[in-house]
């Protein structure tokens, strides 16, 4: 209950391949176009309309699906008797892979589950979890590691614990300041008691503003909570020095210190929500959508303690004995005094106080102008999981990047107890590579995330294909930025890249100047002779279908089996299709039938 898609990674379902022989197709005078469209037309189901018979509606059905890999194999293509296992090979096998993933060096395979809409994730990923450790005590399961890389509902159940103890050690804390200043416990619970009615209001205006407890909301209540206290402390020090000055009549003292100050508390906390307001009104983009569950909480809070401070806080505040004054020698009297003190410099010395802002703010300025704060969207040293891209350039044959990523990963785990790791999962294809390195808990750490980081990065080995590290790409910000050249021809505009690259590569401060036509993947173009192809009798389209059929293959109808579908490919064998020479011999047939080559009608050259 409340999972709504399982996706298996790493298991693909196993396919029923048709691998041609060039040369026996040759040497029969089989055409590729005859064999395609011979499988195409020996395996279909269509329905042909209803009869009537015996008062009853029938369906009409001719069917002519294959029933066996045998009966594939044995599919007759010409009237010689000539089956197609004399050219071509037929199996179910597993596809070919373009992609891998390790687990501490082990082939693993995924499972992604993801949850219902509108479902608790804590509570399914609980569920998913008890399953999946039921499953693990299988006996068909000994042997096999099941691993949980990323578990969401865990991520979400810390954060949750976090926020709440961060938030409670601050209402502690806030608490604590407020009598210290206060001087009095009546008048710091009157004060105090801002708090949860503000925070149970907010919560609910969420729920019928259809918004969830979650840790963006969470983290507004959290915000608030220093803030609430704000307005419900201006009032009450204008209530009781009201009270203090008029003893005999507390009611007419409170609606006065009330009147006094109430502008002020009412400018104060409308200046704090309209800084907050575009969020919640402002254009909907991806992080203002987020951030509205933040907005929302802390305008909501807002808006409650002013209520509270200007009505709850004032009717307590008249019925209670006014705070008696410090006496002289005490902390608060000291701190009021030296406070008087510096009020009056400040006043006298107005050009100084000048000079004081202007350096305060230029100190504020300057580590951002020179650069001295780094930008860091997603920092890696705040937790026990880093994640390492290998920021692959171009496209590599998987045997290569997997060979790359080997080379890190034994790197790593040469060195495992040193950089505390505790397992590492690998991701690879043929143009991008990852690995999260998983450390072991803090209570086990003899170094910090930081330190690690610095450790790994140190020895790095070097690969041939990218550059591995732990920044991710400079994208928004950071230390990098791209250039894009837009134009007609691909020929002059790699003429420029080369020219742009050369000339940047002198400017002081660039570390690394790549160009996409130095990463980019190399191909083989095809330049077909249109008046070669037409006395031969075919057409452009004609052609690139069996060159495509021969380099990339092509899917057929699916074959019904007892199991489900199987999806059907018609291709050549891997080691008919390794060099531009065997290119050039694919054999075409003219309408005639005589056999002709793709090197008689094309030229092929290999391109950037």
Sequence with gaps: EGVSRVDLQGVDPREIRIL??????????????????????????VSAGKITAGGERFSVRPSGEFSSVEEIRDLTINAGGLRLR???????????????????????????????TGSNLVDVTDRVIAEVEKIGELPQMQGINIFSLDNQGDSVRESLGDLLGAGALGGLLAIVVLYLFLRQVTTTLIVTAAVPFSLLITLGALYFAGLTLNILSMMGLMLAVGMLVDNAVVITESVFR??????????????????????????GTATTI????????????????????????IIVALLASLLIAQTLVPMLAARIAVPPRPKAGALISRLTNRYVRSLKWIVGHRWWTALGIVLICVIGILPMALQLVKFDMFPQ???????????VEGQYALERVEAAVDKIEEYLYSRQEEFNIRSIYSYFNQGEA???????????????????????????????????????????????????????????????????????????????????????????????????????????????????????????????????????????????????????????????GQLITLGTIAVSYTHL
């Design 434 to 592: 990852a690995s999260t390195i998983l450390l072991t808990d803090d209570d086990e750490a003899t170094l910090s995330t930081k330190e690690i980081i610095e450790r790994i990065e140190e020895d790095l080995p070097e690969i041939a294909i990218g550059k591995p590290s732990f920044q991710f790409d400079q994208q928004g910000g950071g230390d990098g930025f791209s250039i894009q050249i837009s134009g007609d021809s691909t020929e002059r505009l790699n003429e420029i890249s080369v020219d742009i690259v050369r000339a940047l590569l002198i400017v002081e401060g660039f570390k690394d100047v790549l160009s996409d036509r130095e990463s980019g993947e190399r191909e083989v173009r095809i330049s077909i002779d249109r008046t070669r192809a037409a006395i031969a009798g075919l057409t452009t389209a004609e052609i690139a279908a069996a060159v495509s059929i021969a380099m990339r293959g092509e899917s057929l109808r699916e074959f019904r089996a007892e199991s489900g579908e199987v999806e059907v490919r018609l291709a050549f064998r891997d080691d008919d299709k390794q060099s531009i020479e065997q290119l050039a011999d694919l054999p075409l047939y003219k309408p005639n």
């Design 381 to 391: 040293d705040v937790g026990r999981r880093l994640y390492m891209p290998y920021h």
């Design 242 to 267: 009201h009270r203090a000055e008029s003893p005999e009549r507390p009611f007419s003292a409170t609606i006065k210190g009330v009147r006094e100050v109430g502008l002020a508390v009412i400018a």
């Design 274 to 297: 309209i800084v907050f307001a575009p969020i919640v009104f402002g254009a909907q983009t991806d992080i203002t959508i987020f951030l509205t569950h933040v907005a929302v909480t």
């Design 20 to 45: 041609l022989k060039p040369d026996l197709l040759a040497a029969y005078g089989v055409d590729i176009a005859t064999v395609r469209e011979l499988l195409l037309r020996s395996n279909f189901a």
């Design 86 to 116: 004399d050219v071509a090979d037929v199996e179910l096998r597993t596809p070919d892979r373009d992609y891998g993933r390790h687990l501490d060096r082990d082939y693993a395979i995924g499972v992604a589950i993801s949850k219902t």
